[in-house]
């Protein structure tokens, strides 16, 4: 694979090389309304039929079947006797189908599976209602839309399509049309959020049981009527992922896509200890996606940077429970904190008095370990790895500053708090920026080229 000479003349530029770096989005405008043809579109099925279908998730009883065809049999009654993929999208997929638009070619092509590139009736009914697809939940629905057919699982290549379809259709991300590959690094960034909250087997593969108990579809849903991706917290937010690629960019000074330990460990101007550090890459939270030895690429980066900055989400717990226990059985003790904090160069107070705060915040079922289980009950949990892992936050712990008691699991959105936090307040650096915002004016932008390749 070619590496380019991006890495070259980055390299030499002022500081990260600002050029590099993704665009800013521009102000989104307004839809424009829906146009004549689609406005004329008469409704779906009468309410009576609605309230049927969706009482029916097993077997459908024949006489719905024939009153569903011949209540959508009209659409198909055009010159074509069926639908291009334009118009398939805003007639089937979206009134018929009541799907996401941009779920529109993948499921185009799972019933026009002759290439034909046109969907007539016979073949809709035989995919949707004969294929049971009408009476499964939405949940569902998407999953065998997009999983391979030798597959019981999805996989991150699997959610290419609609990204790519996203990419093309959404007027919030119609700035990066000329930008190809910051739409890789956004589609790859989404899909990385979205097996980090997910695939909770952290095994690459995504099952049915993890997206029915994840929350990928309402996001899924509400980034279609969406505007602006800004609006939709979880997952397709531009600014997120400008932010997330940004701080990359920041560690990977040599801008070759990978990051070493050295590079890690200026990660926040250092922050981190070289304890926790090592054992990062020592893979004890995660095993790296790299086959590079002894670095990190742009996915695992990914999966640090939401650990480290979203410490109140489940998969952090999870992620820094198994980072501290080093002897892996499940029970972080004293000994293992001890070991993490007296790798801090500053110490403001003793080992046991930080021990007996620990002890007294997460009130753990025994006095003398600590469990998942534990962290997992206490809202304080993120405060207990901040002070064993992060050497300007055991000080700000100290003071009693920085450390707000987070809010209840009665919030609307509790495992966003820190997340957005960090979001906002690095966003808003990034703006301020001066160096950056100028060549942002000036300069065309440029990706940092494809990855070196990676080699075992």
């Known amino acids: 694979m070619e590496t380019g000479n991006d890495n070259a003349d980055a390299s030499s530029s002022s500081s990260n090389s600002f050029y590099t770096f993704p665009p800013l989005p521009p102000i989104i405008l307004p839809r424009s309304p829906p146009n004549q043809a689609e406005g004329n579109i008469p409704p779906l099925f009468d309410p009576p039929l609605q309230l049927a279908l969706r009482n029916h998730h097993e077997i459908m009883p024949q006489s719905l079947k024939e009153q569903y065809i011949l209540q959508i049999s009209h659409f198909f009654d055009n010159p074509l006797g069926g639908f291009r993929i334009n118009e398939f999208k805003s007639v089937i997929t979206k009134k018929v189908c009541q799907l996401p638009s941009f779920f529109s070619a993948a499921l185009f092509r799972k019933i026009d599976i002759e290439s034909s590139g046109i969907v007539t009736r016979d073949k809709f009914i035989r995919y949707w209602v004969d294929g049971d697809m009408l009476t499964m939940d939405t949940v569902t629905q998407m999953y065998r839309i997009l999983k391979q057919?030798?597959?019981?699982?999805?996989?991150?290549?699997?959610?290419?399509p609609i990204l790519q379809e996203l990419l093309e259709t959404?007027?919030?991300?119609?700035?990066?049309?000329?930008?190809?590959?910051?739409q890789k690094r956004y589609a790859e960034t989404v899909i990385y959020r979205i097996f980090y909250h997910i695939n909770r087997r952290g095994n690459g593969r995504l099952s049915l049981r993890e997206l029915k108990r994840g929350n990928l579809i309402p996001a899924v849903q509400r980034i279609d009527d969406e505007e602006d991706t800004d609006g939709v917290l979880r997952y397709f937010s531009y600014k997120q992922f400008y932010v997330i690629y940004r701080k990359f960019g920041e560690v990977d000074a040599n801008h070759d896509f990978l990051i070493d330990q050295g590079d890690l460990l200026t990660y926040g101007d250092g922050a981190l200890t070289s304890r926790v550090v090592a054992r990062i890459f020592e893979q004890a939270p995660r095993k790296f996606t790299c086959k590079v030895a002894r670095h990190m690429n742009y996915e695992d980066f990914v999966y640090f940077l939401i650990s480290v900055e979203d410490k109140s989400s489940e998969p952090s717990v999870e992620y820094w429970f198994k980072l501290l226990d080093l002897d892996g059985n499940g029970k972080l003790t004293p000994g293992e904190m001890r070991y993490f904090y007296e790798d801090h160069a500053k110490k403001p107070v003793s080992f046991e008095m930080i021990l007996c705060q620990i002890i007294d915040m997460i009130a753990p079922e025994r006095e003398e370990?600590?469990?998942?289980?534990?962290?997992?009950?206490?809202?304080l949990s993120r405060i207990v790895f901040e002070v064993l892992s992060n050497r300007g936050k055991l000080l700000a712990f100290d003071d009693r500053v920085r450390f707000p008691l987070p809010r209840r699991r009665g919030h609307q959105q509790p495992d966003l708090i820190e997340w957005l936090r960090f979001v906002d307040k690095e966003f808003e650096s990034m703006l301020i920026d001066a160096e950056f915002i100028s060549s942002s004016e000036d300069e065309p932008m440029e990706d940092w080229g494809e990855p070196i390749e990676e080699t075992a």
Do not use: A, C, M, W
């Open 369 to 379: 370990y600590i469990t998942l289980r534990d962290l997992k009950r206490s809202d």
């Open 170 to 182: 959404h007027p919030g991300l119609e700035f990066l049309k000329t930008k190809p590959n910051f």
């Open 149 to 160: 057919p030798d597959h019981e699982y999805l996989s991150q290549v699997d959610f290419e």
